[in-house]
């Protein structure tokens, strides 16, 4: 997810253990009578918890990010054709419309926000998309940063190379219906949080459940979406 990187240009980001069994992937074995599919990672219940198996019926998506601190706001718009992998980033300046597959300079720097926020709006989805490029770990029971309820802890840490924010951790909690609760970012996997905030008053749209609201310990700071439209068959 990669993400970070440009938002803490704008804010501070967000955004033991029993280890990852390498062999726990989802696999499908066949036999000569009958077809044998592995029971899910735990990354892959959280995905499909958040409705993941919809995912491959949207055709474009569209979205605001908005962060307010104090009497600060500030909002990115965007719309995704997930087929064509096209983007198109509208702000009060100017609208740009890019590739994500053919990205010159300016295409990269503004992509580094979409990836930010589309991690922030997707982020169990990308448990799926980034399997190969991370590690993780499963805790039966931690203190949630926020709420201080005792949940379920999934631990990924992104490798070392390549995307906006190598290295970096996430941590999310959540309970028995794999529903991400709250969240904590470490930036280059440090021990200490560097935010987190709740996942709440979620949407469900064209099967997808995607949680609105991102709040943290800062009573003046608050993430959100709005404007969510699918095009989905």
Known sequence: MRTAKLFLAIILLALSTACKNKSEKTTTEKTEETEVIATPTIPEKIAYAHGFENWKNVKNIAFTFNVDR????????????TKNNTVTHINAEDTLTYNRSKMDSLAYKTNGGFVNDKFWLLAPYNLVWDAANYDYTIKEQDTAPISKKLMKKLTIVYGSEGGYT??????????DDYLIKEWTFRKANTKEPSMSTTWENYLDIAGLKIAQDHKGTDK???LYFDGITIDAN
């Open 70 to 81: 104090g009497e600060n706001h500030y909002q990115r718009h965007w719309i995704w054709n």
């Open 166 to 175: 190598p290295g970096d951790a996430y941590d999310f909690y959540f309970e």
């Open 220 to 222: 003046d700071f608050k």
